[in-house]
Antibody
């Protein structure tokens, strides 16, 4: 059974740090790109960061560049998101997602999704 | 900054047909953006409906279909049912590792 399980969400003050983890199971973790997607309370989905299957390339949305770092440990089948200098606007549920690919037809999409972990940044 | 546009809200009668769209603030959506669609109900993680523009994900009823209509990606629900009342999001790949979600459409079935 393909599964992603996030952890690490908490209530923190602005300016503090937090590290999220996502443990994968049921598929070959080492061949898939992985991403973090967040959702602020009552708002839509927002892609936050992505990392290649081998960790050699990483991508971020502009508001988190320089503050967030995505990484992975393929030996542990685990994805991470290190979040520094947290802001109130970083509050939300953070989802870990696998990037799936097909060649015929060509496609790239997010599936499956974890259940999410809640990050609350508040003084 | 590219913005992916969706109708904020839509209403459909039970048994009716609705077309939700996904566009770009600048330019056209094509199959090269690998449009995919996700359904989300309150308190739940999103569920994949469509990927690769028009491929239904496993277990998704055939009343859901995807396409390119004009310069937008489209999600068509034919014969809407009460439990289709959800939020729907499209996702586009923009190149250079960047992906963008649309703002979402809140669908009401009544």
């Amino acid at each position: 059974q393909v599964q992603l399980v996030e952890s690490g969400g908490d209530v923190v003050q602005p300016g503090r740090s937090l590290r999220l983890s996502c443990v994968a199971s049921g598929f070959t973790f080492t061949i898939h790109g992985m991403h973090w997607v967040r959702q602020a309370p009552g708002k839509g989905l927002e892609w936050v960061a992505g990392i290649w299957y081998d960790g050699n390339n990483k991508y971020y949305i502009d508001p988190v560049k320089g503050r967030f770092t995505v990484s992975r440990d393929n030996s542990k089948k685990t994805l991470y998101l290190q979040m520094d200098s947290l802001r109130v606007e970083d509050t939300g549920v953070y989802y870990c997602v696998r990037e799936s690919r097909s060649t015929v037809p060509k496609g790239r999409w997010f599936d499956p999704w974890g259940q999410g972990t809640l990050v609350t940044v508040s003084s | 900054q590219t913005v992916v546009t969706q109708e904020p809200a839509f209403s459909v009668s039970p048994g009716g047909t609705v077309i939700l769209t996904c566009g770009l603030s600048s330019g056209s959506v094509s199959t090269s953006n690998y449009p995919s669609w996700y359904q989300q109900t309150p308190g739940q993680a999103p569920r994949t409906l469509i990927y690769g523009t028009n491929i239904r994900s496993s277990g998704v009823p055939d009343r859901f279909s995807g396409s390119i209509l004009g310069n937008k990606a489209a999600l068509t629900i034919t014969g809407a049912q009460a439990d289709d009342e959800s939020d729907y999001y499209c996702l586009l790949y923009m190149g250079s590792g960047i992906v963008v979600f649309g703002g979402g459409t809140k669908l009401t079935v009544l």
